[in-house]
């Protein structure tokens, strides 16, 4: 099992950048796809952003293509999401998850492990 830990969640004006970071237990490396969703109140899990165990595939939602991106530093065990542009609808908890495939997925249930969330909110 992989624990996960996010960070870089605040409060932001519309038009601003977050960069949101989520570090894993020692073990992943280049085994682990790993992942962004986000979850809105009373809306369900979505996704947001993937990247390969390499970084050498990544994969967007439609939503956030042109304004995200994903990356990650395998030394360091951590995914990177720089979100740039953020609008009032980018507001949600964003979670991190890890997969035991090379290759990314944009399904929720595809992936094994999960971070415990960080809050972004984006005010008009």
């Known amino acids: 099992q992989v624990q996960l830990v996010e960070s870089g969640g605040g409060l932001v004006q519309a038009g601003g950048s977050l960069r949101l970071s989520c570090v894993a237990s020692?073990?992943?490396?280049?085994?682990?796809?790993m992942g962004w969703f986000r979850q809105a109140p009373g809306k369900e899990r979505e996704f947001v952003a993937a990247?390969?165990?390499?970084?050498?595939?990544?994969t967007y939602a439609d939503s956030v293509k042109g304004r995200f991106t994903v990356s990650r530093d395998n030394a360091k065990s951590t995914m990177f999401l720089q979100m740039n542009s953020l609008k009032p609808e980018d507001t949600a908890v964003y979670y991190c998850?890890?997969?035991?495939?090379?290759?990314?997925?944009?399904?929720?249930?595809?992936?094994?492990?999960w971070g415990q969330g960080t809050q972004v909110t984006v005010s008009s």
């Open positions: 990247i390969s165990g390499s970084g050498s595939s990544r």
């Open positions: 998850a890890a997969r035991i495939e090379f290759f990314p997925s944009p399904r929720p249930n595809a992936y094994n492990d």
């Open positions: 020692s073990g992943t490396g280049s085994t682990y796809a």
